[in-house]
């Protein structure tokens, strides 16, 4: 404006919103600026978008290289944070606000810390003791504990006999007695586990008029009823 020789100008810099006043021409960095009038002069109010800060951590300090995209952003930019780890023993579960996006895109509009969620992850194998024999399901990484199934498939000719318990942290193949030779098998991942499926081939039993097969180890029951029926069993 026009201000008469000697007089006090009054200078207010407004910035819009989600802007803030870095400063004027002349250095002053408040807001209001008064002025005395001495000649002609020209002032400049500058202006910068606002930034925030953006953290991405994680609660769990053993996962190496853990997060991604934390950083200083302009308002209203969207970036792309992400949880990550090269160790196959802990994986991403979710953020804690309980989104489970991975690699996840965020609008920034203020300070804002994003904390990554991980689970202990396991390893199960399960393999059989010979791939002629039959097949295995049930292998992969599993969080710590979950409730897994795994299952044992013979081929034709065999049936299964039981599994071969191991930890593999540990080297040890021992049988557990009590739930070897369920199939399939439910358990609680705990640690990494291998299981082998041992099968062995189907005897029969020969009923004259009609015959069945039964596996190794099966309890069968020939009841008097045959004989009444004038079946015979050899």
């Not at 002032?43 to 995209?69: C, H, M, Q, W, Y």
Request: net charge negative; charged share 20%; proline share 5%.
């Amino acid at each position: 404006g026009q201000y008469e020789y000697n007089t006090s100008a009054h200078l207010e810099a407004q910035p819009n919103p989600h802007y803030h006043l870095v400063g004027w021409s002349n250095g002053y960095t408040l807001h209001t600026l008064d002025t005395v009038v001495e000649r002609n002069i020209s002032l400049e109010a500058r202006f910068a978008i606002d930034t925030f800060n953006i953290k991405v951590t994680t609660s769990n300090p053993a996962v190496s290289e853990p997060v991604k995209g934390a950083g200083s952003y302009p308002y209203g930019t969207v970036i792309e944070i992400e949880a990550c780890s090269t160790d196959d023993s802990y994986r991403f579960v979710q953020w804690e606000d309980g989104n489970k996006e991975n690699p996840r895109r965020v609008a920034v509009t203020e300070h804002q810390t994003y904390e990554a969620e991980y689970a202990r992850f396991y390893r199960v194998s399960v393999q059989p003791f010979n791939k002629d024999h039959g097949y295995t399901i049930g292998s992969g990484w599993f969080a710590e504990n979950h409730y897994d199934s795994i299952e044992a498939k013979p081929a034709a000719g065999y049936c299964f006999y039981r599994w071969l318990d191991g930890n593999t942290t540990s080297g040890c193949n021992q049988i557990d007695p009590t739930d070897s030779q369920q199939n399939p098998r439910k358990f609680v991942v705990t640690t990494d586990t291998a299981f082998v499926a041992e099968f062995v081939p189907l005897p029969k039993v020969q009923i004259r008029s009609s015959a069945m097969s039964i596996c190794y180890g099966d309890t069968i029951r020939l009841e008097n009823a045959l004989h009444a029926a004038n079946y015979t069993y050899s």
